[in-house]
């Protein structure tokens, strides 16, 4: 039996539900680059948005724009700015009982950290649009850890900056396949893919999911004290 004792959640897609957000910041971002909409060069790079959701943003645009980097970061701040736009149009909100399965988590005496491939400035965003200040022990974003998913950093660094004792006390839960590798690179013994966000059973499964959730809701059952993983 291994006994959990560090939470890593995602953000957009299996905490917080963003209503297709970063598809729609992203045609900001594409248009800083002279990117048309509707064109198969706009098709294409969408196609790659798509597949690599849960990857840093910024990594995503540095393989869009063939690794230019001035145009990288302008199409990142470009989305980062259209995103935080668009959640102050309020177009997020939590998952049914994301908030509640941190609360339980927390209280039963885990450590919970809330990850994200954005920029800081969005995350904060999104914790202040949510009214989510302090509901974690730590937020982390892929300029804190070194590098986004799906390299293990941003779980290793909760470990490290949280205490955890062996990465087999780790769970990890996300929505997308990068979500799964990075929990699976870092050692955590749970990897939980959830089904409110960006991929299917079958991409979580193929990326190394342990386990597969309706929703973050379900996490508590399996992860709390006492229960056998």
Known sequence: MTAIELVVLDMAGT????G???????????????????GAEHARMLDHVRATMGESKISVFRTLTGGDEDAAQRANAAFERAYAELIGDGRCAPVPGAAETIAALRDAGLKVALTTGFARP????????????GIADLTLCPADAGRGRPYPDLVLTALLRLG??????????????????????????????????????AALTEAGATHVLASVADLPSLVLPGKVI
């Not at 969005?122 to 200040?133: C, E, N, R, S, V």
């Not at 955890?164 to 396949?177: C, E, I, L, S």
């Open 15 to 18: 905490t917080v539900l963003d």
């Open 20 to 38: 297709g957000l970063v598809e729609a910041a992203f045609a900001e971002a594409v248009a800083e680059l002279g990117v048309a909409a509707g």
């Open 122 to 133: 969005t995350q904060d965003a999104i914790l202040h649009a949510l009214g989510w200040a």
């Open 164 to 201: 955890a004792t062996d990465v087999r006390n780790v769970a990890v839960a996300g929505d997308t396949a990068f979500d799964m590798l990075a929990a699976r690179r870092a050692g955590a013994s749970v990897a939980a893919g959830v089904l409110t966000g960006a991929h299917d059973r």
